[in-house]
C-alpha cells in the first residue's frame, strides 16, 4: 500500500473488488472522501470524526444498504490510523444500527436508515408576490430600531447576573411585569398588576393558552366577532374550544345575538375592531361587561393595535373598567417586530393561578435575555420613542392611501376610525361586481382583500380592507394607481 492508501490500480485499498462477494466497488468508492476528514483531525477527535462521516455516509445514501465495509484492519491502513479506532466505530455504528455484522461475514451497511437528510424548508409566511401589496397585517420591519435593540442587548449582557439564565418565572421575569405594568397603566389605561402579568410569546398563545383554561373549566364554545380575525377561531380549535361567530353593528357587538348565544366567554377588539376598523362605543363597552357581570363570563381583549390612533388620544382599554371580568391581551408585534415573538396577557385573579401553571407547561417561559432586553428597552424610553416613530409613519401613510383613493376612485368611502395599520375602502358602485374587480386587480399583480374574507358581509359591493402600514407613500400611490389602471369601469 501507498502512503496515500491507495493500491497499484488506484483506487482506496480498502475497497472490494467486484469479485469479493459485495455489492460492488462503485458504492464504497463514492463514499470514499468523506471518511478522509478523520485522518487529518486531531487525536482527540478522530474517532469521533470517522463515526460521524461513516453515518453520513449511510444517511446520505453513499454507502447504500447491503453495501460491504473494508476490513478494519485495511480501512485504518489506508487512512493511517490504528486499528483499534475503526473497530471502535464499526462496533459503534453496529450498535446504533447503521452496520450490521456477523462472526466471519465481515461489516455491511444495514437497511435501518431509509431517507436521506431531508432539505430544510422555510415555512415563515411570505408576502403577497405581487406588484402592489395591500394585505393588512404586518407593520414596517424596516422601522424596527436596530441601533437602539443592539445597546439595550449589549446592555443587558454586560448587566445580568449569571443566576438570571436559570429557568424563570414562567409568568415572566419581574423586572419586564413591572415595567409592562408600568406602560400600559401609562399608555392604555389598565389595571395593572405585575403579579397578573403573564408574559407569552405574542397574542396567539395568549388566546391558546386561555384556552386551555377555559376549556379545563368545562368551557366548549367562545364567541368571536364577525367579521373578525380568521385566526381566533384556529387558535381556540387547537385548545379544544369551538367558536360561535357573533354579528357587529355600528357600536360594537351587538349585544341581543351575545346574549342569546349562551356563550360565557367572548373576543373582542373594542379599541380598534379588526377588520371594521369602529371603536366600540361607551355604551356597547358598558352593555358587554354588564353582560359579563351577569353571566359570571369572561370578555377577552385583543388590543392588536390599540397604541395607534391618529386624530387623538386613543381610547383606554375595556380591562380598566373591569379587571375581574376582562382578560387583556397584546404584544409588540406592530410596534416592533412579529418575529421577536413577546406579549401580554392580564388575567382576572380567578384565572391567575391556572394561567400560570398552563404557561409552565407550555413552555417554560419565555428566553430570559429576550425578557430582560425588552424590559430595558421599556425603562428607558426607547418603547415611547418607537410608538412615536411609528405613528409618525403610519399617519403620513394613511393620509396617502386616503387621497390615492379620492384621486383614482373617486367617491369611494373609507370608513373606521383614524388608526391602526388598515382602512375600509367601500368603492362606488360602478366597479363592482366584487368577484371581477378582484379578478383583474389580481391579474394586475395586486394581492389585496375584500371585507368578506373575514367573515359575514352585508352586500356583495366592493368593500376592500387594505393594509397600508408596510408600504412607503410612493408604494401606495403606485400601488393605488395600478389597480386603477387594471380595474377601470368599461
Not at 469479485?19 to 472522501?33: K, V
Request: aromatic share 6%; net charge neutral; hydrophobic share 40%.
Amino acid at each position: 500500500m501507498t502512503s496515500s492508501g491507495t493500491n497499484a490500480k488506484g483506487t482506496p485499498a480498502g475497497s472490494p473488488s467486484p469479485g469479493s462477494g459485495s455489492s460492488g466497488s462503485a458504492p464504497w468508492a463514492a463514499a470514499w472522501e468523506l471518511l478522509l476528514p478523520a485522518a487529518s483531525a486531531p487525536a482527540r477527535a478522530r474517532g469521533r470524526t470517522l463515526q460521524e462521516a461513516l453515518r453520513e455516509s449511510v444517511r446520505s445514501g453513499r454507502l447504500a444498504p447491503g453495501t460491504r465495509l473494508p476490513a478494519s484492519r485495511e480501512l485504518a491502513a489506508d487512512l493511517g490510523v490504528s486499528r483499534g479506532l475503526v473497530t471502535e466505530a464499526y462496533e459503534q455504528l453496529t450498535a446504533e444500527g447503521y452496520l450490521r455484522s456477523g462472526r466471519g461475514a465481515g461489516t455491511w451497511v444495514g437497511d435501518a436508515v431509509r431517507a436521506a437528510r431531508p432539505g430544510v424548508r422555510d415555512l415563515a409566511p411570505r408576502a403577497a408576490d405581487a406588484r402592489a401589496d395591500f394585505v393588512p397585517g404586518t407593520p414596517d420591519l424596516s422601522l424596527f430600531p436596530r441601533a437602539a435593540w443592539a445597546a439595550a442587548q449589549r446592555g443587558v449582557l454586560a448587566e445580568l447576573p449569571h443566576h438570571a439564565l436559570g429557568y424563570p418565572d414562567p409568568r415572566g421575569l419581574p423586572r419586564l411585569r413591572t415595567a409592562l405594568a408600568e406602560l400600559l397603566s401609562r399608555r392604555r389605561g389598565v389595571v395593572a398588576d405585575p403579579e397578573r402579568i403573564v408574559v407569552v410569546s405574542g397574542v396567539a398563545q395568549a388566546m391558546t393558552l386561555l384556552g386551555f383554561v377555559l376549556h379545563a373549566r368545562g368551557v366548549r364554545d367562545v364567541g368571536v366577532e364577525d367579521p373578525g380575525s380568521p385566526e381566533h377561531a384556529s387558535l381556540y380549535a387547537s385548545a379544544g374550544v369551538g367558536t360561535v361567530p357573533l354579528p357587529l353593528d355600528e357600536e360594537g357587538l351587538a349585544t341581543g345575538p351575545l346574549e342569546a348565544s349562551g356563550v360565557r366567554a367572548v373576543t373582542t377588539t373594542p379599541a380598534h375592531q379588526f377588520p371594521l376598523g369602529i371603536a366600540y362605543s361607551a355604551r356597547r363597552r358598558a352593555e358587554l361587561l354588564d353582560w359579563a357581570r351577569s353571566v359570571d363570563g369572561l370578555v377577552i381583549e385583543d388590543d392588536y393595535d390599540g397604541d395607534f390612533r391618529y386624530d387623538r388620544a386613543p381610547v383606554g382599554a375595556l380591562q380598566g373598567l373591569d379587571p375581574e371580568h376582562v382578560a387583556y391581551t397584546g404584544s409588540v408585534s406592530k410596534s416592533l417586530a412579529p418575529g421577536l415573538r413577546l406579549g401580554w396577557l392580564l388575567v382576572p385573579a380567578s384565572l391567575a393561578e391556572e394561567a400560570v401553571e398552563r404557561k409552565r407547561t407550555m413552555d417554560l417561559g419565555n428566553p430570559v435575555v429576550d425578557q430582560a432586553l425588552l424590559a430595558r428597552f421599556i425603562e428607558r424610553g426607547d418603547y415611547d420613542r418607537q410608538l412615536r416613530r411609528c405613528q409618525r409613519a403610519y399617519r403620513e401613510r394613511r393620509d396617502t392611501l386616503v387621497s390615492a383613493l379620492e384621486e383614482h376612485f373617486p367617491g369611494t368611502e373609507v370608513s373606521g376610525i383614524a388608526a391602526g395599520l388598515h382602512v375600509i375602502a367601500a368603492l362606488p358602485e360602478r366597479y363592482g361586481p366584487r368577484d371581477h374587480f378582484l379578478e383583474r386587480a389580481t391579474a394586475a399583480g395586486v394581492a389585496v382583500r375584500p371585507l368578506a374574507h373575514y367573515g359575514e358581509t352585508v352586500d356583495d359591493g366592493v368593500r376592500l380592507v387594505l393594509g397600508y402600514a408596510h408600504l412607503s407613500p410612493a408604494r401606495i400611490r403606485d400601488g393605488v394607481r395600478l389597480m386603477a389602471d387594471a380595474t377601470a369601469h368599461e
